[in-house]
C-alpha cells in the first residue's frame, strides 16, 4: 500500500519497553472510587442518584442534560463498581487547571455486582441509529486521549474510509500496544461494528507505527478472517498518531482544522475506542475501566492497568511499587502533550491513556528560556505546516487578529517546535493561552449580541407597551364621552317627552 | 465659448449623476456608529454616563464623548475603539475596574416583589410580578448593576461568576 509523508515531525526516543512487555493487570477495586461528572468534550451530565443510594456496578450515575444522549454532544457516567454512594461534591480532577468539578463518590462493597445488561443479539439486523443510541447509552467516548463523544463522530453520511489508529506515537505509552496483541478479535470485530454503522465503508484500515511489531502480528492474525480489512504499518514518527496526520499518511489527503474529516469521506477511531464499541454491543457492557500506562523510573515494575474509572492515582502507583528514590513529579498523558499534577489524589477518568511517574534522576532541568534567535527549527518540524516563530510573536505580543491570520486554530498542540526550540521557549504555552483568550473573546462577543437584542427588544416593547396603553385611553374617553353624550340626550328626552306629557295634561 | 459651454454641460451631467446617485444609494442610518456598537460590550450599564451603549456610540461618532468611558469593555475595549476609529488611546476614566464577571442574585426570601428592578434591568433578565418573588436569569444578566440600588430592601448582591474547569482559560506564560 502506498504511504505519504506529512511534513515535519519528529524521531523520539520511545521509552516504550519499560512497560510494553508485561501483560495487562487488572487493577484492583479500590474503596472509594471518585467519578467526575464531566469526562469527556462537551455537555456535563446531571446526577441521578443521592447520597445514601446503593449502586451497581455498571449502573448509570450521571446523565446527559436530556433523554436521549444520541442526540447530544454528551455521554452519560456510570457507577464502576459495585457500592453506596458516599458524597456527591466538589473534588480535585485532572486537568490542567488544577481546580475542582463535581464528582460522585462511591465506597465500593467488594462484591462487584454488574446491573443487569442488555447486548445485542444480531448487530447486523439493527439500524445505524439503534446501534449508535447503544453507543450513546454505553458512555464510549474516543479514549485515544481526546474524549470526544463516539456516537456523534459516528453519526456520519458517506464515509468511505474508516482508520483505525493503533499508531501510538507518543513515547512511553503502551496501552495500544498492549491492547492489539492481547484482544486483537475484539478490535476487528468492533472494527467490523463501527463499518456496519457507518453503511459499509469501502476501506477499513488499521495502521499501527512499524515499532509496534507484535501487535501488527496479532492484528494480521486475527484480520485474516475478514478480506476487507487491511492492516498496515506506517513509519514510526511523532505525531503520526494525531487524526489529520494518520489520515495523510494513509490517504495522502492534508485536512485543515476548519474542516472535518468525514466531510471527506474518512473516519479516524482509536483501537480502545473500537473495543469499547464491541463490547457495548456484543455485552452490552458500558464503559466503565480502560487501560492505562503506569510508567517511569518512579515506579518499580511499570505496566499497563485495565483500571476503573475513578480509581485514585495514588492506588494505582501503589499496585507498581514504588521506587526508594520517591517520585518527583507526575504526568498525566504522553511526555509531548500530557501535563504535571501537583500530587496523586486524583481519579482516573475516562480520557487518561498515561501516568508517567518520575523520580528526581529522571529530570532532566529546563533552562531558562532565551529570546528566539530566528532559526526556524521549529517550522521545519511542524506536522501541520505553520510557522511557529510568526505565531509566537503575535502571541507573546497579545495581537489576536495576526495570530489567526497565521492559523493558530490549525496548531494541534503536538509540541514539536517547543521540542527542538534551542532557546527552550515554551512555545505550545503561548499557543494555548492565545487560543483560550481567542475563544473567551468569541463567547463574549456572542453575550454581547444577545445583550444587544434584548435591549432592543426592550426598548420595542416599553414603546409599544406605551402606545398601546395611549390607545386604551382614548379608547375609554371615547367610550366615556359617548355614553356622557347618551345619557344627556336621554335626559333631553326624558323631560322632553315629560313637557309633553305636562302639557297634554293641562290641555285635559 | 465652446469650452466653459463643454466644462457647464459636463459639469451638469455630473451634477445630476451625483444627485441621483445619493438618493439612489442612500445608506440608513449611520454605519460608523454600528462599528461602534458592536465593539462595545453591550452590557447598557450606563456607567459611560449615556442611556446605554448605542447612545454612547452615537456620541462618539458625533464627536461629544471621548473613547475612554465604558468599564466594561476594559483597556482591550478602549484599544478597539482607538484602532477602529485612529484616534489615540487614553487610560480609562474609571479607577476600579473588576475584571471577573458578574451577575445579580435576588435573595428570594427577602424580596418583597416590588418590581423596580425589573423596571430597571436593561436586557428583561429578571423574572416576575407584582407582588410575587422574582428572580434573575443568570444566563442572560449582563451584569450592569442597575438593579442593585433600586432594590428597596437590598436584596439584590453581584456575585461573581464561579470559576470552573470550563470557564478556565491557559494563562499567560511566564
Redesign the interface.
Known amino acids: 500500500m502506498k504511504l505519504w509523508q506529512f511534513h515535519g515531525g519528529l524521531k523520539l526516543d520511545g521509552h516504550k519497553s519499560l512497560s510494553s512487555e508485561s501483560q495487562i493487570r487488572r487493577a484492583n477495586i479500590p474503596d472509594f472510587l471518585v467519578l467526575p461528572l ?1 469526562q469527556h468534550i462537551g455537555e ?1 451530565t446531571e446526577t441521578v442518584v443521592e447520597v445514601g443510594d446503593k449502586v451497581l456496578k455498571g449502573q448509570v450515575i450521571g446523565h446527559c442534560r436530556g433523554k436521549d444522549c444520541s442526540l447530544l454532544m454528551s455521554t452519560p457516567i456510570h457507577a464502576s463498581s459495585s457500592g453506596t454512594v458516599v458524597a456527591i461534591e466538589d473534588r480535585p ?1 485532572p ?3 488544577g ?1 475542582t ?1 463535581p464528582c460522585v463518590v462511591i465506597e465500593t462493597d467488594g462484591e462487584d455486582k454488574w446491573i443487569e445488561c442488555t447486548p445485542v443479539a444480531d448487530y447486523s439486523t439493527l439500524s445505524p441509529t439503534q446501534l449508535l443510541y447503544h453507543i450513546a447509552k454505553a458512555g464510549i467516548v474516543g479514549l485515544g486521549g481526546a474524549g470526544f463523544p463516539a456516537h456523534i463522530k459516528l453519526n456520519s453520511k458517506s464515509i468511505e474510509t474508516l482508520i483505525i489508529n493503533g499508531a501510538e506515537c507518543e513515547p512511553y505509552i503502551t496501552c495500544d500496544d498492549r491492547l492489539m496483541r492481547e484482544y486483537p478479535d475484539d478490535i476487528i470485530a468492533g472494527a467490523q461494528i463501527i463499518r456496519h454503522i457507518l453503511g459499509g465503508t469501502q476501506r477499513c484500515i488499521i495502521a499501527i507505527e512499524d515499532n509496534k511489531p507484535a501487535a501488527y502480528q496479532a492484528l494480521l492474525k486475527a484480520a485474516a478472517k475478514d478480506q476487507d480489512i487491511e492492516v498496515v504499518l506506517v513509519p514510526t514518527r511523532y505525531p503520526t498518531g494525531g487524526e489529520r496526520q494518520l489520515i495523510q499518511v494513509l490517504t495522502g489527503q492534508e485536512i485543515g482544522r476548519s474542516e472535518l474529516p468525514a466531510k471527506r469521506g474518512i473516519v479516524v477511531h482509536n483501537v480502545k475506542t473500537t473495543r469499547a464499541v464491541y463490547r457495548a454491543i456484543q455485552y452490552g457492557r458500558p464503559l466503565i475501566s480502560r487501560i492505562v500506562t503506569v510508567t517511569g523510573t518512579g515506579v518499580e515494575k511499570p505496566q499497563n492497568f485495565e483500571v476503573r474509572f475513578g480509581t485514585l492515582m495514588h492506588s494505582l502507583i501503589d499496585q507498581c511499587g514504588r521506587n526508594k528514590a520517591g517520585i518527583e513529579r507526575l504526568i498525566m498523558g504522553g511526555p509531548m502533550m500530557g501535563f504535571a499534577l501537583p500530587n496523586e489524589e486524583f481519579p482516573i477518568i475516562k480520557t487518561t491513556n498515561c501516568l508517567i511517574v518520575s523520580s528526581a534522576e529522571e529530570i532532566e532541568e529546563i533552562p531558562k528560556p532565551m529570546p528566539c534567535i530566528r532559526c526556524g527549527a521549529c517550522a521545519q518540524v511542524c506536522p501541520v505546516n505553520l510557522l511557529p516563530q510568526q505565531l509566537y510573536w503575535h502571541a507573546k505580543a497579545k495581537d489576536f487578529q495576526k495570530v489567526q491570520d497565521y492559523h493558530i486554530f490549525d496548531c494541534i498542540d503536538c509540541g514539536c517546535c517547543a521540542y527542538v526550540c534551542p532557546s527552550h521557549i ?1 512555545l505550545v ?2 499557543y ?2 492565545a ?3 481567542i ?2 473573546i468569541e463567547q ?1 462577543h456572542k ?6 437584542k ?2 432592543e ?2 426598548i420595542f ?1 416599553l414603546q409599544r407597551d406605551k402606545k398601546e396603553r395611549r390607545e386604551k385611553l382614548q379608547k375609554m374617553k371615547a367610550a366615556s364621552n359617548a355614553s356622557k353624550e347618551a345619557a344627556i340626550k336621554a335626559a333631553l328626552e326624558r323631560t322632553k317627552a315629560k313637557k309633553e306629557q305636562g302639557s297634554s295634561n293641562e290641555q285635559k | 465659448m465652446t469650452a466653459i459651454g463643454l466644462l457647464a454641460g459636463l459639469a451638469l451631467i455630473f451634477g445630476l449623476l451625483l444627485g441621483y446617485a445619493s438618493v439612489r444609494f442612500k445608506v440608513e442610518g449611520d454605519p460608523i456608529v454600528d462599528k461602534i ?1 458592536a465593539v ?5 450599564c450606563g456607567k459611560c454616563g449615556y442611556p ?2 448605542r447612545p454612547y456610540a452615537e456620541a462618539i461618532a458625533n464627536g461629544e464623548a471621548e473613547i475612554n468611558l465604558c468599564p466594561p469593555g476594559g483597556e482591550v475595549g478602549m484599544l478597539a475603539l482607538a484602532k477602529l476609529l485612529d484616534r489615540e488611546p487614553k487610560p480609562l476614566n474609571v479607577e476600579n475596574i473588576e475584571p471577573a464577571k458578574k451577575v445579580a442574585v435576588i435573595d428570594e426570601k427577602t424580596c418583597i416583589g416590588c418590581t423596580l428592578c425589573i423596571q430597571a ?5 429578571i423574572l416576575g410580578g407584582p407582588k410575587l418573588m422574582h428572580t434573575v436569569i443568570a444566563q ?1 444578566c ?1 451584569g450592569c448593576e442597575l438593579c442593585v440600588a433600586p432594590c428597596p430592601v437590598d436584596c439584590i448582591k453581584m456575585v461573581p461568576l464561579p ?4 470557564t ?6 511566564n
Open positions: 464531566l456535563p480532577v486537568h490542567p487547571s481546580l468539578a515554551p504555552s503561548y494555548r493561552y487560543k483560550a483568550e475563544r473567551a463574549e453575550q454581547a449580541e444577545l445583550a444587544k434584548r435591549h427588544f426592550r416593547r | 456598537d462595545l460590550p453591550q452590557q447598557q446605554g451603549c434591568c436593561p436586557v428583561d433578565a442572560e449582563t470559576h470552573t474547569i470550563t478556565w482559560k491557559w494563562p499567560y506564560p
